[in-house]
């Protein structure tokens, strides 16, 4: 099915359960804000997805509530705009959950075995097929009823969900066959920068995460920052001497420098160098130390994070204003998800009360059995 009046609608979101990083603001966050600011899109709505985040948090939920708030500040700081974007809570919208529910019949759960991001992320948290929680390996069917409940058109992702966005659209597919046209088919969206597509912790694991200790947050201080790139971040094991050559591919600070240094930054911290390529030219040849690359990032990553810094701190002292803003986004969600539940359940005749149709073909049978 296409969008509704051809609008074009985006769904994305994220599982609070922590602080946002510079992974999450080079891989989505960032371009989230560009294409809210585009005025190319008819509606942008960004989930908090604590249900999801319960699949494997279930015995912790206090970890999901205390960083719901900690999620929109990072949302709110990065530059989206309540004004333009939904921001909603999955949790409030009971639509999805009905959505999910009838969906599970679209799907096998041998399919569901072979999704790749399934098997990654089953892998990433130590789950055996044993010990593999339900809710957890029909999370591709809960993401297919979020994208569908907003009749999302366009849902922006890594190459890493990409698996996601297939099954989804089988489902899609699947359903509108049998009930007819009812449900829009989703495109994904992948980042147009290939940095933009992984950045890898700053110990050179291909993920952040908060249990490895290998991130810098969105709300992490200037010495936050120097400590974690001083102390943490791997360089090139065979650059022993300044005068030694060294290899800037595989090397985490050059990788973030590849995602966030531009000419700009030369001019103002490092101005012996033009750009870039200039300075990874020197490190190959040999002659630069990795303290003064060190440095630079340093510089790099406090100019793009003090007015995010900045901004989370005037969000941070009006607490009740981030919280209305969450409610009333959520209140706009409610009524967008229950329109398309209400779609899909006439769809599937299970609208029994809506109007008393019922009755009437109920009479209808009796005559023909007459």
């Not at 952040?208 to 200790?213: C, P, T, V, Y």
């Not at 209140?331 to 005749?349: C, D, F, G, P, W």
């Amino acid at each position: 099915m296409e969008s509704k009046d051809n609008k074009q609608i985006i769904l994305t979101g994220d599982r609070p359960t922590g602080r946002l990083h510079l992974g999450h603001y080079v891989g989505s966050l960032k371009r989230r804000v560009e294409l809210q600011n585009s005025g190319k899109f008819d509606q942008i709505n960004i989930l908090i997805a604590d249900d999801q985040a319960l699949t494997d948090n279930a015995d912790n939920p206090g970890k999901i509530r205390d960083n719901i708030i900690n999620v929109v500040l990072d949302y709110l700081s990065a530059g989206l705009d309540p004004a333009k974007t939904t921001i909603c809570v999955q949790s409030q919208l009971p639509a999805l959950h009905a959505l999910t529910f009838y969906y599970m019949n679209m799907v096998t759960t041998a399919r569901l075995s072979r999704n790749p991001t399934v098997k990654a992320e089953m892998q990433l948290r130590g789950f055996s097929d044993e010990g593999l929680p339900a809710g957890f390996f029909t999370y591709p069917v809960s993401q297919c009823a979020d994208i569908t409940a907003f009749d999302a058109t366009v849902v922006p992702v890594g190459e890493d969900q990409l698996p996601m966005i297939e099954q989804a659209r089988e489902i899609v597919e699947r359903f509108n066959r049998i009930y007819g046209d009812t449900l829009v088919l989703p495109k994904a969206m992948i980042p147009e920068n290939e940095f933009q597509r992984r950045l890898p912790g700053i110990d050179g694991k291909a993920k952040m995460s908060k249990s490895l200790g290998n991130c810098i947050y969105l709300s992490d201080d200037a010495k936050t920052v120097k400590k974690q790139v001083n102390g943490k971040m791997f360089t090139d094991p065979t650059h022993l001497r300044i005068e030694d050559p060294g290899h800037t591919e595989g090397n985490v600070v050059f990788t973030y420098l590849d995602a966030f240094a531009t000419d700009e930054h030369f001019v103002e911290f490092l101005p012996e160098y033009a750009n870039l390529e200039e300075l990874k030219e020197h490190y190959r040849r040999g002659g630069l130390g990795d303290g003064t690359c060190k440095k630079f990032l340093i510089n790099v990553l406090n100019e793009l994070l003090d007015p995010i810094r900045a901004e989370r701190a005037k969000w941070a002292a009006d607490i009740d204003s981030v919280y209305d803003i969450i409610l009333e986004g959520t209140k706009t969600a409610q009524e967008r998800t229950n329109a398309v539940l209400a779609r899909v359940q006439s769809a599937m005749r299970i609208d029994y009360f809506k109007d008393r149709s019922i009755v009437k073909e109920w009479e209808e049978l009796l005559k023909k059995q007459a």
